[in-house]
């Protein structure tokens, strides 16, 4: 391996890891600085999270599912909460309640909801209410999951 040592190309490597490259760094390590300084309130919704792992793929060359962990193992040790998973958490609860009788009923909603939505042990927020309630109504008409709509009366929302 050879180091040149002319003065431009040092300063070239250096611009550029000031505009945000991983020359000559951690690619890892400037994805993690890069969640850190982009996530706001303790809260990461979906899109940031796709946006935070495409440019891990894109600008840092990292592979895809290395830049997904990086980015939830670093959101994780800063406490915030991870709509992704929250989302996915949110999920397997309805699955759980709703695979024996396709119905889906006020109480097991709002235990789901109640789950999810309160912050977890070291975490300052859960998931934002209207998201919540928001896939609980497209997990329902996604699987054919009727819901409580009058007495003795069950629809697909």
């Given at each position: 391996?050879?180091?040149?040592?002319?003065?431009?190309?040092?300063?070239?490597?250096?611009?550029?890891?000031?505009s945000?490259?991983?020359?000559?760094?951690?690619?890892?390590?400037?994805?993690?600085?890069?969640?850190?300084?982009?996530?706001?309130?303790?809260?990461?919704?979906?899109?940031?999270?796709?946006?935070?792992?495409?440019?891990?793929?894109?600008?840092?060359?990292?592979?895809?599912?290395?830049?997904?962990?990086?980015?939830?193992?670093?959101?994780?040790?800063?406490?915030c909460?991870?709509?992704?998973?929250?989302?996915?958490?949110?999920?397997?609860l309805?699955?759980?309640?709703?695979?024996?009788?396709?119905k889906?009923?006020?109480?097991?909603?709002?235990?789901?909801?109640?789950?999810?939505?309160?912050?977890k042990?070291?975490?300052?927020?859960?998931?934002?209410?209207?998201?919540?309630?928001?896939?609980v109504?497209?997990?329902?008409?996604?699987?054919?999951?009727?819901?409580?709509?009058?007495?003795?009366?069950?629809?697909?929302?």
């Amino acid at each position: 391996m050879s180091i040149s040592l002319s003065k431009t190309s040092h300063q070239a490597t250096l611009s550029q890891t000031a505009s945000g490259g991983a020359v000559g760094g951690d690619p890892v390590e400037a994805l993690r600085q890069r969640v850190a300084q982009r996530v706001v309130e303790a809260y990461c919704d979906s899109a940031l999270r796709f946006e935070l792992i495409r440019y891990g793929v894109n600008d840092l060359a990292l592979d895809s599912s290395t830049a997904g962990h990086v980015t939830d193992m670093e959101l994780d040790s800063l406490g915030c909460a991870n709509e992704t998973k929250l989302l996915e958490e949110l999920d397997g609860l309805l699955r759980r309640f709703t695979d024996n009788d396709k119905k889906l009923d006020q109480k097991e909603c709002a235990d789901a909801i109640q789950i999810v939505c309160r912050p977890k042990s070291g975490y300052s927020k859960g998931l934002v209410f209207d998201t919540a309630e928001r896939r609980v109504v497209e997990f329902c008409r996604a699987n054919r999951v009727k819901v409580k709509v009058g007495f003795l009366r069950w629809e697909i929302p």
